[in-house]
């Protein structure tokens, strides 16, 4: 069996001129998506998972039987993405289920100054807090700290506190609510006055949504606890990765500017992070949460992309020891051509795996495996639209450099 | 000749099966002797063949060794050995070259291999289906387990003693300051580090106290010196200290302020969970997940297997602080001597005694030894008859207990060291602990771990073999060693491990270059070897910020439902049997190789990542899958290129020759360049990009070996053994 008919040699570098101003839209919105989202003007911005940005950790204890599965479902249904649900086995409590999801913040930054006025810390335009009715010592608070999940305020003040009056201070600003409690805002530290605030937190609005979904006689009123967890890569992660990329990158270099030579070694390098940028486009576009697993597939993509461009790389490098005289885009059509059926094969086959992977999966994997399909779609396109013309042009830039010396020094000699 | 091939085969194999039956029988007289006799006719034949002859005693000497290997119970000896026995096993057959034969033994041998390793792996995944001798069990002491997603494992919650960092802190701080009143009373020159003499003419007028983890009170003698607080002084401490004079007349507090303090706090949650996050990456591919919350760090870690556990458990709470302190034998004698301690007021039934001993005194003007001093310290022998249960930690908890009612000064403190005695009859001596004793020494730190650069495990030649570990300090760190070393000659210097005094040698000399050891003390050589690779994993990942103690565990279910799992599952299998029936499709005979190719490729990554204890996620399940469409581009690529050889009109041998070798060029560059990147992901990338990096590389030796080296010995087979006249590469030449 055979795709193609040997030798048929079809002009892939005659329609660069759609497909590369196509490669650099893609690559400069995925860049702007990822790294300036600009909220009121594009609606897209990445949606980086509890991985990166920690979350709301709930624990509960169900009232009747309940599955992983089940809850999970339920907790997606609540408007929350691929959360974690995962069972503690607990001989108290057999339908003891651990619920983590992602973030969160539940008060704005517009809130929190407001909420700083509110609690005296910060003089508003117009009301000074020397205002002794609106300010009294007892509830005027000499610092001011917001969770990281937003839903805890914890004040310090000078004198004891007057907890009423912090609860109808906290209450004047809209869109803020008191968690329901009996001593909320509480003292935590007599010794040096602070002060405690809990606020209705992701948490708590979770609980009620499942209450809604699953019944009262199966999701509990409280749950045991409800926290913010920081995230699981840190800027250790981040910090190693990124230099590790770029070790990478200058050795891949090296390496190719040895093997085939200087023209070559860029093409690699920009077809990657094509590559990578592309996958991170499409989820940033598709609303997909980015995990630790997706860095797992941008790396993989990578890995394959490079493998798919030093193959087309090796047969121009052939061929242009075979022909000639032949012009570069000439040499890249052959070469890209010649490879084609392998190329279909290869990623043909890599597709098929993953294609089946990605419509049996569900939650993490599908979104794995969404990186990965399009990893390879973009993988292989961008040996043939990014790394073979990248490096035709860097070609024709040396070629003319060189002539231009010769040109420079040939009256020279002339004389 | 043919006939006689066939004999020599019959010998070997039937050779091979009654020894197999006579080791399962305990060696029977029966089996033995048929063993014997078909040996000997193997060797017979042999011996007529020179060509064979080098095989036989190859597979003589691999027979010899896991003879050996088996009688010493050296388990991965007797497999290295066996894998060897069989590679020149293939020396014998009557097929190909030497060069074929010997390739294909080594394939072969590599397949065993793979199987022994992945064995308790496929007993694990099976739930026990596939049956594992308990021989295998108690040697192959690794298997992949299933992963946080798959199978879920066991959840730590441990909580950062943040006070500690404080504290830590504010010492800190009150180190400074006296170095820097020491300057300002002229005591000091500025330059350096303020030597003990000098601070102790600095105790006469100011005294530096730290009453509460983040005050610091300085008493000064003269309210007039308060003045000595002054710009300078106050640049330097006020932008993190509050200031407040009181609450005696004579006193100046200071105070680290609120939000210096919140970030000490946060700072020490977020390092002990880097530290925490390299300890376990040191232990192999367990794709645990740590977060933190609030002062909490939680470590999530996949299986549940108790060993594993406990050694998991102990790594990562050992705090690893390590402490360079001098040691004060001339004035021990102001505790722990009379009048301040009497032998006959000690508690009888304690195990308490007083003791003596002589001690080094330093040197005097003119670089000579002083006589050695008379040195008290107190000694307990523990498990007395009235505690005759206790543990050795209990023993130091009531040693310490009695100590704290001793008074010793502000600058000094009591450290407390192991008591071991040899036990009889053991060879090579063992030590066992018999009790605690104290070393009376200075409170400041000399050096501490924070200048460690390396760690690494030795064993003493002569010590009884005593394990220890070699600490190589930072340049920083040896200047500051050399110096100390120096000014301290003749005197005793302690090692302190986590509080405890690990030992306290005399300084023969100014000691340069930045090495020091640890030994380790009690116990059998096993237990040693063991402690001295714990130390060492956790002096290099470095000390935790703070101690951190267990506040809940609980054993959590997977985090991916049962039916996500399934589904997943198929659709692995789905994908990998669409590619496999694909490359049958389209490529014949030829695909199928590939097909097989693939397939060992795969069994051989789990194999390795086997090996490592490596965890089995459902992302990495879908990353195999990956790596199967992937390894099958070498094949492609060959047959590619022998089908372009063939449509050039080139003999079905030349074209398998010219199809290697051209595509060889672009295998080796595309897998070298991902080898490049996997391999400076591994040495830089943490937690979960070193897991992937990992695979990464396994799978790219892997599939060079299979795809290219595996099958090249097919098609070799095929057309210079078989002589096909046409390749079955799926299309027709």
Request: with cysteine; aromatic share 10%.
């Amino acid at each position: 069996m055979e795709f193609f008919k040997p030798g048929r040699v079809f002009d892939f570098m005659g329609q660069r001129a759609f497909w590369i101003p196509l490669s650099f839209i893609l690559v400069i919105a995925s860049t702007l998506f990822a790294f300036w989202p600009l909220p009121n003007v594009w609606p897209y911005g990445p949606n980086y998972g509890t991985d990166f940005k920690g979350g709301t950790e709930v624990e509960i204890a169900f009232l009747a039987p309940v599955d992983a599965s089940g809850v999970r479902k339920a907790v997606e249904q609540a408007g929350f993405q691929t959360p974690d649900v995962v069972q503690v086995v607990d001989p108290n409590n057999a339908y003891h289920f651990l619920i983590r999801v992602q973030d969160v913040s539940a008060i704005t930054d517009q809130e929190k100054d407001a909420l700083r006025v509110a609690l005296c810390y910060v003089e508003a335009p117009g009301a000074p807090l020397d205002d002794a009715t609106k300010c009294p010592a007892n509830a005027k608070a000499s610092e001011v700290k917001f969770s990281a999940g937003g839903d805890k305020i914890s004040t310090r003040y000078d004198t004891e506190p007057d907890l009423e009056k912090i609860k109808d201070q906290v209450r004047s600003v809209p869109g803020i609510s008191l968690r329901a409690s009996a001593n909320n805002p509480t003292i935590l530290n007599p010794r040096d006055h602070r002060v405690e605030i809990q606020l209705v937190s992701k948490g708590d609005q979770l609980m009620d949504k499942l209450q809604a979904s699953l019944g009262k006689n199966v999701v509990p009123d409280k749950a045991l606890r409800v926290e913010w967890v920081g995230p699981k890569a840190g800027k250790q992660l981040r910090d190693s990765a990124r230099n590790a990329v770029a070790i990478a990158v200058v050795f891949i270099m090296l390496y190719l500017a040895f093997r085939f030579d200087l023209r070559f070694a860029p093409g690699v390098i920009v077809a990657c992070i094509h590559d990578a940028m592309v996958v991170i486009g499409a989820f940033i576009v598709l609303h997909r949460e980015i995990t630790l697993s997706t860095i797992a597939a941008v790396l993989t993509v990578v890995g394959y992309s490079m493998n798919d461009t030093v193959v087309v790389y090796d047969r121009i490098r052939e061929n242009l020891g075979k022909h000639r005289g032949k012009t570069f885009a000439h040499i890249i059509n052959l070469s890209v051509s010649e490879t084609l059926s392998r190329t279909i094969l290869t990623s043909g086959a890599t597709m098929l795996s993953v294609l089946a992977f990605f419509v049996y999966g569900t939650g993490v994997i599908k979104d794995f495996m969404l990186a990965l399909v399009v990893g390879i779609v973009a993988g292989t396109y961008s040996s043939i639209y990014v790394a073979a013309p990248l490096t035709e042009w860097i070609d024709k830039k040396m070629a003319k450099r060189a002539d231009m010396k010769k040109r420079l020094n040939a009256p020279a000699r002339a004389t | 000749m043919p006939s006689k091939n066939v004999l020599a085969i019959l010998s070997g194999v039937l050779a091979v099966g009654l020894l197999a039956l006579s080791v399962y029988t305990h060696l029977d007289a029966l089996p033995v002797l048929g063993a014997t006799a078909a040996l000997i006719g193997l060797f017979s034949w042999g011996v007529t063949h020179p060509g064979r002859r080098t095989a036989l005693i190859l597979m003589a000497i691999a027979a010899g060794s896991a003879a050996l290997f088996f009688h010493f119970d050296n388990f991965w000896g007797l497999v290295i050995a066996g894998l060897c026995f069989v590679w020149s096993a293939f020396g014998l057959l009557p097929v190909m070259d030497g060069t074929w034969r010997l390739k294909a033994g080594f394939v072969a041998a590599v397949f065993l291999g793979g199987v022994i390793a992945l064995w308790p792996t496929v007993n694990n995944l099976s739930h026990g289906k596939v049956p594992l001798p308990a021989y295998i069990r108690d040697r192959v002491n690794f298997a992949m387990a299933e992963g946080l997603d798959i199978k879920g494992g066991v959840r730590l919650v441990y909580t950062v003693e943040v006070e500690e960092a404080i504290r830590d802190k504010r010492d800190h701080y009150a180190d400074d300051m006296r170095q820097e009143l020491a300057t300002s009373f002229g005591f000091h020159s500025g330059e350096g580090r303020v030597t003990r003499d000098e601070l102790s003419k600095l105790y006469e007028k100011v005294h530096v106290s730290t009453p509460e983890a983040a005050l610091i009170r300085l008493t000064f003698k003269d309210p007039a010196d308060k003045s000595k607080l002054d710009d300078r002084f106050n640049k330097a401490f006020l932008g993190e200290l509050n200031q407040t004079f009181g609450p005696q007349p004579n006193d100046v507090t200071f105070k680290i302020r609120a939000d210096v303090e919140s970030t000490i706090r946060d700072r020490a949650v977020a390092q002990a969970k880097d530290t925490i996050n390299r300890r376990i990456d040191t232990m192999g591919l367990k794709e645990a997940a740590i977060t933190t919350r609030d002062e909490d760090i939680i470590i999530e870690v996949p299986g549940i297997d108790e060993k594993d556990f406990r050694e998991i458990k102990d790594t990562i709470r050992k705090t690893a602080r390590l402490e360079f302190k001098m040691v004060d034998d001339a004035g021990s004698e102001k505790v722990f001597g009379p009048p301040a301690l009497k032998a006959d007021d000690l508690p009888a039934d304690e195990g308490i005694a007083q003791y003596t001993e002589g001690a080094p005194d330093g040197v005097d003007g003119s670089g000579h030894k002083r006589q050695p001093v008379k040195g008290y310290y107190a000694r307990m022998s523990c498990n007395p008859p009235k505690y005759a249960n206790e543990t050795t930690t209990e023993c130091l908890g009531r040693f310490k207990a009695w100590a704290a009612t001793l008074s010793v000064p502000d600058d000094h403190q009591v450290g407390f060291e192991a008591v071991t005695e040899p036990v009889e009859d053991t060879e090579p001596l063992q030590f066992k602990q018999v009790g605690w004793r104290t070393i009376y020494m200075y409170s400041r730190a000399e050096l501490t771990g924070d200048y460690i650069t390396d760690a690494s495990i030795g064993q003493d030649q002569q010590d009884f073999g005593h394990y220890y570990v070699l600490l190589s300090f930072s340049p920083a760190g040896a200047d500051r060693f050399e110096e100390v070393t120096g000014a301290n000659v003749n005197r005793r210097f302690a090692i302190i491990l986590d509080d405890l005094v690990d030992s306290a040698p005399v300084i023969r000399q100014k000691i340069g270059g930045g090495k020091a050891t640890i030994t380790m003390g009690a116990g059998d050589q096993e237990k040693q070897l063991h402690d001295a690779h714990q130390l060492e994993t956790v002096l290099r990942s470095g000390a935790l910020p703070a101690p951190i103690v267990p506040s809940n565990e609980s054993v959590i279910g997977p985090s991916l439902g049962h039916d996500s799992i399934k589904e997943a599952v198929k659709g692995a299998l789905i994908g990998s049997g669409l590619v496999i029936i694909f490359m049958v499709f389209y490529y014949r005979k030829s695909g199928v190789v590939a097909d097989i190719a693939v397939l060992f490729n795969l069994m051989l990554q789990l194999a390795v990542l086997a090996t490592f204890s490596a965890s089995m996620t459902l992302p990495g399940i879908a990353g195999l899958a990956l790596t199967l469409g992937m390894s099958i581009d070498v094949n492609v690529l060959i047959n590619e290129r022998i089908r372009e050889e063939l449509r050039a009109g080139k003999s079905v041998r030349q074209a398998v020759d010219q199809g290697y070798d051209r595509a060889w060029p672009s295998i080796i560059d595309g897998h070298v360049t991902v080898l490049i990147t996997g391999l400076i992901l591994a040495q830089y990338g943490t937690g979960p990009v070193k897991g992937f990096a990992f695979t990464l590389i396994v799978g790219i030796l892997c599939s060079l070996f299979s795809g290219f080296f595996c099958t090249r010995l097919v098609f070799d087979w095929w057309v210079r053994g078989a002589k096909v006249k046409r390749l079955s590469v799926g299309a027709e030449f």
